[in-house]
C-alpha cells in the first residue's frame, strides 16, 4: 500500500490528512499545534522519519517559517531511503519563492511540484474547490491519485511555482466576490431590497458570482457557507498584492480587498470564519444583525 | 391590450421588437430612422408623447435617464397629457428610484398606475428574448401587464410593490457586475503577467469559488478574440454613479464599488464619450503593462519589475 508522509500545520493540513488517510498509509510529522493527530496516522517526531520509506512526500504548513525551515532542512529524503524524491508542496508559497526552492533541491535530486487546494468550505470539497498543479506533466500523472484523494479536481498550471501563482489569481477574485457581494446587498437591504429578493434576481443576472449564489441564500436563511478563516484569506491576498507589486500589476480592487480582509482579521479575530465578514457590513452599514427583529 | 413604447434606442428597441406581432403597437422616438424601422414591421408611429398615450393602454418608456423620464412624462405634448384613469405607465429606464417613485406619485393623482420593470443582461439577450425584466410596483398593475413583459422575456421578476425596488435591483446588479468585472480583469493581468495563460486561468476560476459572470463569458470571449458586451461605457459610469449616490444616500460603506467607479473613470476620460464598455479591457492592459492574449509579459522576458 502506498504510503504518505506529509508534514504540516493547521486547518487545510488537518483536512488534507483527514481525507489521506481514507486511503492510503500515512505518516505525519506535525510542525504546528498538534491538530493533525488523525485516527489510523502515524507521528514522527522529525524531517528524516518522516521521509524514511515513504512513497511520497508531501507538505502542507499554514505559517511560511515552518514551510521554509522543511524545505532548507538537511534532513528531508535524509535517509536516501524513501521510494521516491518527489515533494508535493501544498502550502500556499510565494510562487518565485517555490522555483528558487526547486532549483535549490534539484541539486540534491529533490523534485519538488506545487499543488495548493483552493476551497472555501471543506464539507463541499466537490463543488467548487481545486488543487492547482505546477511541475512536469509525467510526475502529476504519478501523484493525480493521491492528488485527487484530496480534491477530486486538479488542474495541471505549469511548471514548477504556476500551481501557487494560480492559487493566488484564485483566492483573489474569490475574495473580490464575497466582498463585493457583501457591500453591494448591504447597499441594496439599506434601500429597501429584501435579501431573499436579491439572492433569487441577482443570481439569474449578469451580478452573478459564486459568493452571491451561495452567500445571499445563507444571509437570507441565517447559516454558513464557508469554514476557511480571515486570516487564511488575508494570508493569500498579502501575497497576492506582493506579486502585484514585484511584477508591476496595480490591482486596485484586490488591493483593497487585502486591506478589508486585514481590517476584518485585526477586528475578529484572525481564526473567525470568513462569514463573519457578514457582520462587519450590517454594522458598518447600520443593518440589523441577521434574527435581530 | 394596445401598447405604446416610447424610447427606441438600443435597448429599447430590442425589447419593443418583441412586442410586433404580439400586440398592436404604437411607438415614439426623437430618431425618425428608429420609427421608420418600426413601422415598416407594422407599428404605427405617434407624433408626440401625447398622442402615443391616448392610443394606448400601457405604455412602456425606456429612455437614457430618469430626466428623459420627466420630460417625456410632463414636458410639452408630454404623455401625462395623453393618459387617463385605468392606463398603465411602465418604466423601463435605468432611473433613479426615488425619482420614479415621484413620477408614480404625480400619475397617481390621475388614477395611472406607474411601475418600473428595468432589464439586466446583455444586448444579446434582449435580442434573443430571454432578458431579465425586474420589476416592482403595484401588484395589479403588474399582473395586467405580465402578458407584455412575457412577450418581451419569459424571465420577469416583481420585488415587492414599491415602485423603484426594480431599479435599485438593477443598480446593485450593475454594481456586483462592474466590481467583478474590474476585479476578474485586474487580477488575472496580475497572472499574465506572471506567465500564467489566459486559457489556464479562466479554467481554474470557472472551477472554483471565484467564478463570476465575467469570468464565465468575457473571459472565454478575449481568448477567441470576439466581442462579449456591447455598452456604451459612459452610460456604465453613469449607472455605476447611480448605485455610489444610492450607497451615499443610506451611509453605505463601497470601498471596492468606489475604487471600480473610479477606473471606469479613468477608461472613459481616457478613451472619451463614444467609448463602448468592451474598450475597458484595453484600459486595464495597458494599467498593468500586459496583453490577455498574446506573449508580452515580464515572466515570459524574465524580468519582474
Same mark, same amino acid.
Given at each position: 500500500?502506498?504510503?504518505?508522509?506529509?508534514?504540516?500545520?493547521?486547518?487545510?493540513?488537518?483536512?488534507?490528512? /483527514?481525507?489521506?488517510?481514507?486511503?492510503?498509509? +500515512?505518516?505525519?510529522?506535525?510542525?504546528?499545534?498538534?491538530?493533525?493527530?488523525?485516527?489510523?496516522?502515524?507521528?514522527?517526531?522529525?524531517?528524516?522519519?518522516?521521509?524514511?520509506?515513504?512513497?511520497? +512526500?508531501?507538505?502542507?504548513?499554514?505559517?511560511?517559517?515552518?514551510?521554509?525551515?522543511?524545505?532548507?532542512?538537511?534532513?528531508?529524503?535524509?535517509?536516501?531511503?524513501?521510494?521516491?524524491?518527489?515533494?508535493? *508542496?501544498?502550502?500556499?508559497?510565494?510562487?518565485?519563492?517555490?522555483?528558487?526552492?526547486?532549483?535549490?533541491?534539484?541539486? /540534491?535530486?529533490?523534485?519538488? +511540484?506545487?499543488?495548493?487546494?483552493?476551497?472555501?468550505?471543506?464539507?463541499?470539497?466537490?463543488?467548487?474547490?481545486?488543487?492547482?498543479?505546477?511541475?512536469?506533466?509525467?510526475?502529476?500523472?504519478?501523484?493525480?491519485?493521491?492528488?485527487?484523494?484530496?480534491?477530486?479536481?486538479?488542474?495541471?498550471?505549469?511548471?514548477?511555482?504556476?500551481?501557487?501563482?494560480?492559487?493566488?489569481?484564485?483566492?483573489?477574485?474569490?475574495?473580490?466576490?464575497?466582498?463585493?457581494?457583501?457591500?453591494?446587498?448591504?447597499?441594496?437591504?439599506?434601500?429597501?431590497?429584501?435579501?431573499?429578493?436579491?439572492?433569487?434576481?441577482?443570481?439569474?443576472?449578469?451580478?452573478?458570482?459564486?459568493?452571491?449564489?451561495? +452567500?445571499?441564500?445563507?444571509?437570507?436563511?441565517?447559516?454558513?457557507?464557508?469554514?476557511?478563516?480571515?486570516?487564511?484569506?488575508?494570508?493569500?491576498?498579502?501575497?497576492?498584492?506582493?506579486?502585484?507589486? /514585484?511584477?508591476?500589476?496595480?490591482?486596485?480592487?484586490?488591493?483593497?480587498?487585502?486591506?478589508?480582509?486585514?481590517?476584518?482579521?485585526?477586528?475578529?479575530?484572525?481564526?473567525?470564519?470568513? *462569514?463573519?465578514?457578514?457582520?462587519?457590513?450590517?454594522?458598518?452599514?447600520?443593518?440589523?444583525?441577521?434574527?435581530?427583529? | 391590450?394596445?401598447?405604446?413604447?416610447?424610447?427606441?434606442?438600443?435597448?429599447?428597441?430590442? @425589447?419593443?421588437?418583441? @412586442?410586433?406581432?404580439?400586440?398592436?403597437?404604437?411607438?415614439?422616438?426623437?430618431?425618425?430612422?428608429?420609427?421608420?424601422?418600426?413601422?415598416?414591421?407594422? &407599428?404605427? &408611429?405617434?407624433?408626440?408623447?401625447?398622442?402615443?398615450?391616448?392610443?394606448?393602454?400601457?405604455?412602456?418608456?425606456? @429612455?437614457?435617464?430618469?430626466?428623459?423620464? #420627466?420630460?417625456?412624462?410632463?414636458?410639452?405634448?408630454?404623455?401625462?397629457?395623453?393618459?387617463?384613469?385605468?392606463?398603465?405607465?411602465?418604466?423601463?429606464?435605468?432611473?433613479?428610484?426615488?425619482?420614479?417613485?415621484?413620477?408614480?406619485?404625480?400619475?397617481?393623482?390621475?388614477?395611472?398606475?406607474?411601475?418600473?420593470?428595468?432589464?439586466?443582461?446583455?444586448?444579446?439577450?434582449?435580442?434573443?428574448?430571454?432578458?431579465?425584466?425586474?420589476?416592482?410596483?403595484?401588484?395589479?398593475?403588474? #399582473?395586467?401587464?405580465?402578458? %407584455?413583459?412575457?412577450?418581451?422575456?419569459?424571465? %420577469?421578476?416583481?420585488?415587492?410593490?414599491?415602485?423603484?425596488?426594480?431599479?435599485?435591483?438593477?443598480?446593485?446588479?450593475?454594481?456586483?457586475?462592474?466590481?467583478?468585472?474590474?476585479?476578474?480583469?485586474?487580477?488575472?493581468?496580475?497572472?499574465?503577467?506572471?506567465?500564467?495563460?489566459?486559457?489556464?486561468?479562466?479554467?481554474?476560476?470557472?472551477?472554483?469559488?471565484?467564478?463570476?459572470?465575467?469570468?464565465?463569458?468575457?473571459?472565454?470571449?478575449?481568448?477567441?478574440?470576439?466581442?462579449?458586451? $456591447?455598452?456604451?461605457? &459612459?452610460?456604465?459610469?453613469?449607472?455605476?454613479?447611480?448605485?455610489?449616490?444610492?450607497?451615499?444616500?443610506? $451611509?453605505?460603506?463601497?470601498?471596492?464599488?468606489?475604487?471600480?467607479?473610479?477606473?471606469?473613470?479613468?477608461?472613459?476620460?481616457?478613451?472619451? $464619450?463614444? &467609448?463602448?464598455?468592451?474598450?475597458?479591457?484595453?484600459?486595464?492592459?495597458?494599467?498593468?503593462?500586459?496583453?490577455?492574449?498574446?506573449?508580452?509579459?515580464?515572466?515570459?522576458?524574465?524580468?519582474? $519589475?
Amino acid at each position: 500500500m502506498t504510503t504518505i508522509g506529509l508534514a504540516g500545520s493547521g486547518e487545510i493540513a488537518a483536512f488534507v490528512v /483527514r481525507q489521506l488517510a481514507r486511503k492510503y498509509t +500515512v505518516r505525519v510529522l506535525d510542525v504546528g499545534d498538534g491538530s493533525l493527530r488523525c485516527e489510523g496516522t502515524e507521528k514522527v517526531d522529525s524531517a528524516s522519519s518522516l521521509t524514511k520509506d515513504v512513497d511520497i +512526500v508531501a507538505l502542507c504548513t499554514d505559517s511560511e517559517a515552518a514551510r521554509d525551515a522543511l524545505l532548507r532542512s538537511p534532513d528531508l529524503f535524509k535517509s536516501g531511503s524513501a521510494a521516491s524524491t518527489i515533494l508535493v *508542496d501544498m502550502s500556499q508559497g510565494d510562487p518565485d519563492e517555490t522555483r528558487l526552492f526547486a532549483k535549490d533541491l534539484s541539486e /540534491r535530486g529533490i523534485t519538488i +511540484v506545487d499543488a495548493p487546494l483552493h476551497t472555501e468550505n471543506t464539507e463541499a470539497i466537490e463543488e467548487a474547490s481545486a488543487i492547482f498543479f505546477g511541475g512536469p506533466a509525467p510526475v502529476l500523472e504519478s501523484v493525480r491519485d493521491v492528488l485527487t484523494a484530496v480534491c477530486p479536481k486538479v488542474i495541471h498550471c505549469g511548471e514548477v511555482g504556476t500551481g501557487h501563482a494560480m492559487r493566488l489569481v484564485v483566492a483573489s477574485i474569490a475574495a473580490c466576490n464575497r466582498l463585493i457581494t457583501y457591500e453591494c446587498a448591504a447597499m441594496g437591504a439599506r434601500n429597501g431590497l429584501a435579501m431573499a429578493d436579491m439572492a433569487t434576481v441577482l443570481n439569474k443576472s449578469s451580478g452573478y458570482n459564486s459568493a452571491s449564489a451561495r +452567500v445571499l441564500p445563507a444571509l437570507a436563511a441565517n447559516v454558513r457557507t464557508a469554514d476557511v478563516t480571515l486570516g487564511t484569506w488575508a494570508s493569500d491576498l498579502r501575497k497576492a498584492s506582493a506579486l502585484g507589486m /514585484r511584477y508591476g500589476a496595480p490591482m486596485l480592487l484586490a488591493t483593497m480587498a487585502r486591506s478589508t480582509l486585514d481590517a476584518a482579521s485585526n477586528r475578529l479575530g484572525e481564526s473567525s470564519s470568513i *462569514d463573519r465578514l457578514a457582520e462587519i457590513w450590517e454594522v458598518d452599514s447600520g443593518l440589523p444583525a441577521p434574527g435581530a427583529g | 391590450m394596445r401598447i405604446g413604447y416610447i424610447g427606441l434606442g438600443a435597448m429599447g428597441g430590442a @425589447l419593443a421588437r418583441h @412586442l410586433i406581432g404580439k400586440f398592436p403597437l404604437s411607438v415614439f422616438d426623437l430618431n425618425q430612422k428608429a420609427v421608420d424601422s418600426f413601422v415598416e414591421l407594422g &407599428a404605427t &408611429a405617434a407624433a408626440t408623447p401625447a398622442e402615443l398615450g391616448r392610443n394606448s393602454d400601457v405604455v412602456l418608456l425606456c @429612455l437614457p435617464r430618469s430626466s428623459d423620464v #420627466q420630460a417625456v412624462l410632463f414636458g410639452p405634448n408630454g404623455l401625462a397629457e395623453g393618459l387617463s384613469t385605468g392606463k398603465i405607465v411602465v418604466d423601463q429606464t435605468s432611473g433613479v428610484p426615488a425619482e420614479t417613485r415621484d413620477f408614480a406619485r404625480q400619475l397617481e393623482e390621475m388614477g395611472v398606475p406607474l411601475f418600473d420593470a428595468p432589464v439586466s443582461g446583455a444586448m444579446a439577450t434582449a435580442i434573443a428574448g430571454t432578458i431579465s425584466i425586474i420589476a416592482s410596483g403595484p401588484h395589479t398593475a403588474f #399582473q395586467t401587464v405580465l402578458p %407584455v413583459l412575457q412577450a418581451i422575456s419569459p424571465n %420577469v421578476f416583481h420585488c415587492g410593490e414599491r415602485v423603484g425596488n426594480g431599479q435599485t435591483m438593477k443598480t446593485v446588479n450593475n454594481m456586483m457586475n462592474v466590481s467583478c468585472r474590474l476585479a476578474t480583469l485586474e487580477v488575472v493581468a496580475m497572472g499574465r503577467k506572471f506567465g500564467l495563460p489566459l486559457q489556464a486561468m479562466t479554467e481554474a476560476i470557472n472551477a472554483t469559488t471565484a467564478r463570476n459572470y465575467t469570468s464565465q463569458g468575457m473571459l472565454p470571449a478575449i481568448a477567441e478574440g470576439r466581442q462579449s458586451t $456591447k455598452f456604451w461605457l &459612459a452610460l456604465q459610469v453613469k449607472d455605476i454613479h447611480q448605485a455610489i449616490s444610492l450607497a451615499a444616500e443610506q $451611509k453605505v460603506p463601497m470601498p471596492i464599488g468606489g475604487a471600480a467607479r473610479s477606473i471606469l473613470q479613468i477608461g472613459l476620460n481616457t478613451l472619451g $464619450k463614444d &467609448a463602448q464598455l468592451e474598450q475597458m479591457i484595453g484600459v486595464i492592459e495597458s494599467m498593468a503593462d500586459t496583453k490577455f492574449v498574446g506573449t508580452s509579459t515580464n515572466a515570459e522576458t524574465g524580468d519582474a $519589475k
